[in-house]
Antibody
Framework: QVQLQESGPGLVKPSQTLSLTCTVS??????????WNWIRQPAGKGLEWIGR???????HSKPSLRSRVTISIDTSKKQFSLRLTSVTAADTAVYYC???????????????WGQGILVTVSS | DIQLTQAPSLLSASIGDRVTISCRAS??????LAWYQQKPGKAPKLLIF???SLQSGVPSRFSGSGSGTEFTLTISSLQPEDCATYYC?????????FGGGTKVEIK
């Protein structure tokens, strides 16, 4: 059974950098059949995709966040990470990591999710 | 970015009712449309991928249909455990986007 687990600080000060890691268990993170995503959800609001990374290291991110987002992957540790710079209160949200296949009609569907981690931006 | 518009945003129905949720895309997304169910305090759960394919373990009362820019999630007979918020999601570009969500309540 594939499992994903987010980890990182639950509190970040304004203007600082938010850093989260997603650890994958139950399957390889090195397969070229998947890509790895970050999604967030402010309290009481909808889902917002942040970006994704392929095992090759290629990344795509939401245009409005692109200048602040860095996503990286460490296949030896079975982890991928998110860095979001210059955070404000608007970045306060539950952050999820998720896996999506790159296979036919399953492509892009987020089949496995972490439980989520609440990150609050506050001084 | 491709925008997804869901309707309605809130739906109240009785147990056993047939429930339909609409998702409209701002441009053609072919069949790369998925549906998720999210309950309070939980991560979203994949229900439907590729517009109409049921994810393993999902009850058969859930179904998806559509093409191009118009898509639908149907619950054939609403059950108490179906109270949740439902999101559509597309991937037909470098960006992935979600609809705004539909909250389903029991009347």
């Amino acid at each position: 059974q594939v499992q994903l687990q987010e980890s990182g600080p639950g509190l970040v000060k304004p203007s600082q950098t938010l850093s989260l890691t997603c650890t994958v268990s139950g399957d390889s993170i090195s397969s070229s059949n998947y890509y790895w995503n970050w999604i967030r959800q402010p309290a009481g609001k909808g889902l917002e995709w942040i970006g994704r990374i392929y095992t090759s290291g290629i990344t795509h991110s939401k245009p409005s966040l692109r200048s602040r987002v860095t996503i990286s992957i460490d296949t030896s540790k079975k982890q991928f990470s998110l860095r979001l710079t210059s955070v404000t209160a608007a970045d306060t949200a539950v952050y999820y990591c998720a896996r999506a296949p790159i296979v036919g009609i399953t492509t892009g569907s987020l089949e496995y999710w972490g439980q989520g981690i609440l990150v609050t931006v506050s001084s | 970015d491709i925008q997804l518009t869901q309707a309605p945003s809130l739906l109240s129905a009785s147990i056993g009712d047939r429930v339909t949720i609409s998702c409209r895309a701002s441009q053609d997304i072919y069949s790369y449309l998925a549906w998720y169910q999210q309950k309070p305090g939980k991560a979203p759960k994949l229900l439907i991928f590729g517009t109409s394919s049921l994810q393993s373990g999902v009850p058969s009362r859930f179904s998806g249909s559509g093409s191009g820019t118009e898509f639908t999630l149907t619950i054939s007979s609403l059950q108490p455990e179906d109270c949740a918020t439902y999101y559509c999601q597309q991937l037909n570009s470098y960006s992935l986007t979600f609809g705004g969500g539909t909250k389903v309540e029991i009347k």
